[in-house]
Each structure stands twice: as structure tokens, then as C-alpha cells.
């Protein structure tokens, strides 16, 4: 009786160290959507893609503006990535598949809303990402420490798990 005791004690508390590892993404938001974003899970993704910046989540733009920025990756923002057809597919199909209209999330919910039928090239130029940051200052963004209002991770130190919650911003 006692073992089963142990046994179910340790169990509650690996479960509860377990889901304090979690990223909040699988809270459930008004709509029904999980809060946060899925984070990025793909090693292809992950290799390529956050050697030069923050590892931004598929679920921040539509499908067809991930298509538009993998297709046209010997001109990403001034540099060429000099991707392989194979690469660029295989990176292509996740970040389509896994984009704002796949993700369940509901801030990609928003983000799909406030892009219309518009083709963001760009996670900042997302009218509801900028509706966010909205009261934020441009020379906060200037700051060393962030450098531009592309760097997310700066001020969101959880971002890449899925965590933008304003809370999680340190003061």
C-alpha cells in the first residue's frame, strides 16, 4: 500500500515538474484556440533559420508569405541564403504547414485577420503585431540590447516556446 503511495506521489510530481517545462501554448483562449503559438520544432528549420536571427514561429504569418519569402531566399533582406531546391522545399513545407492558418493558435488567428488578404513579406509588418507594439517607443527599439523591432527575443526572453504574454517582458 505504501509503494502505490510513493508511486502516485512521484508521479503527481514529475507531472507537475513536466507541465512547469511546457510552454503555455496549450492554453485555451476565448475562441477555443490554444493562447500561444506551437513553438518551432523542426531541425532543418531551426539550423537554417536561427543561425542569423530569432527563431520566429510559422504560426506569425500565412502560408503564402512563408511560400513568398522561402521562394525568394537569394534576396532574404539583402542576403542570399543560397538554399538548395531540396532545403528550401523541405523548409517551405513546414513553415506552410505549420503557418498562421494551421497553428490553432489564437494570436495567429488575429494575425490572419489583420492580414486580409495581404501577403506580409515581414512578421513586422503585421498590421496586429504592430497594433501590440503600438505604445511602444521607436528608440526603445534602438536600444544595444534589442537593436530593432525584429530581434523578438530581446524582449520576449520565452518567445521562441511560444510565450509573447507582455507579462513574460522583463521590466
Not at 508521479?11 to 506551437?38: K, Q, T, W
Not at 520544432?41 to 536571427?53: A, R
Request: charged share 25%; with cysteine.
Amino acid at each position: 500500500m505504501k509503494t502505490r503511495f510513493v508511486i502516485a506521489i512521484c508521479m503527481v510530481l514529475a507531472s507537475l515538474s513536466i507541465n512547469a517545462s511546457i510552454p503555455a501554448y496549450a492554453d485555451r483562449g476565448e475562441e477555443g484556440e490554444e493562447e500561444y503559438m506551437p513553438p518551432a520544432n523542426d531541425p532543418l528549420y531551426k539550423e537554417e533559420c536561427s543561425s542569423c536571427h530569432f527563431l520566429y514561429l510559422p504560426g506569425f504569418l500565412p502560408a503564402r508569405s512563408w511560400q513568398a519569402i522561402v521562394k525568394n531566399n537569394d534576396k532574404h533582406f539583402g542576403e542570399n541564403l543560397a538554399l538548395d531546391a531540396e532545403t528550401a522545399s523541405r523548409i517551405s513545407s513546414y513553415l506552410t504547414a505549420n503557418s498562421a492558418e494551421r497553428s490553432g493558435s489564437e494570436w495567429s488567428g488575429k494575425i490572419l485577420r489583420s492580414a486580409g488578404s495581404g501577403t506580409p513579406a515581414r512578421i513586422t509588418e503585421v498590421p496586429w503585431i504592430l497594433k501590440e507594439h503600438r505604445k511602444i517607443s521607436k528608440e526603445t527599439f534602438k536600444r544595444p540590447s534589442i537593436g530593432s523591432f525584429s530581434n523578438c527575443g530581446a524582449c520576449h526572453p520565452n518567445g521562441a516556446l511560444g510565450d509573447f504574454e507582455k507579462a513574460s517582458v522583463p521590466k
